[in-house]
């Protein structure tokens, strides 16, 4: 039995791996795989229409917002983002949350200046810094909601005088969101979405096409929406697979349902670590993701051993990232609580073999 804690690409239903294989072999019964339609045929048309609805529906998006399949990953969209957004001379304003929004800044400096409202670089990120003002005269607003390396989420977004940007790779579906409060929300497939290759960018349509700048056409989020993500070959097998998985999201009760369970899941594991002598979480409680949850043995000496019982115990991608070290348990939609619990025995093990 293996348990996937992995950060990303990281665990989805095995419902939907097994949908997803058998499409390879034969399409909707076809006789073709998904593999060689064309993105053109009416049947990939009606896949597109079927995600752009589920996303829609899954998270109340609003009329007035253009849902687009795209590529490049979200590192693409901290370029993309400020093209579309950041006119020539412009301010925006960003705040510093990790490794991701420090890259995210890193780009846009390239169109425009960039105001960093507030950081918790200082304290290697272990929090979500909260007062800070946002200019009235920036062109937008960008946060990144979980910060999947550091293992910090905004439970609480501002309010902005400004369109709001945010990069929700890595807990878009897993929690209630007002995309109304938002001008431009992207995601990295490859945590609760589908597989990497596919993008996912809401976009507020009377943002689009106001920079001023010349911008090549995949660059350009209009020409996108005007083709509705058809501008050029998209990535039919991810966006597909994303498709199922939408649908299983669905039937698990949409994305409300996905909060509650990813509490509880997250609690359970946070409670253990405050509980354990061996363990201690890495950043402040309040600001605790729901997503990643990063911890680290109390006594340097009891990484290694710990890790070593976890992998026999058949725990995947616990090790965390060099930048916070000791341990980080994703814990996305699809990882059952259950195997929450199996990490959590395995700790209580570990204390009692160490006490
Ligand atoms: N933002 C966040 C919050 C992420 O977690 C990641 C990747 N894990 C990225 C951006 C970069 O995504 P990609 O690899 O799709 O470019």
Redesign the pocket.
Known sequence: MKYNFG??PCILPQEVFKQASEAVLNFNGTGLSILEISHRAPEFEAVMDESVHLVKELLNVPSGYSVLFLQ?????QFSMVPANLLAEGQTAAYLDTGA?AS?AMKEAKLFGNVQVVASSKESNYTYIPKDYEIPADAAYFHC?S????FGTELFSFPKTPVPMVS?M??DIFSREINVEDFGLIYA?A??NLGP?GV?LVLVKDELLGKSGRKLPSMLDYKIHADNKSLYNTPPVFSIYTAMLNLRWLKAKGGVGQMEKENTAKAAALYEEIDRNPIFKGTCQPEDRSRMNVCFVTENPEHEKPFLKLAEERGMIGIKGHRSVGGFRASIYNALPITSVYSLVEVMQEFAQKNA
Do not use: F
Request: charged letters at 15%; proline letters at 0%.
């Open positions: 950060a990303g490049g990953g979200a590192s693409l991701w890259k990144t979980n910060n999947t390396i990069d790779s890595s990295g490859q945590k990497a993008v």
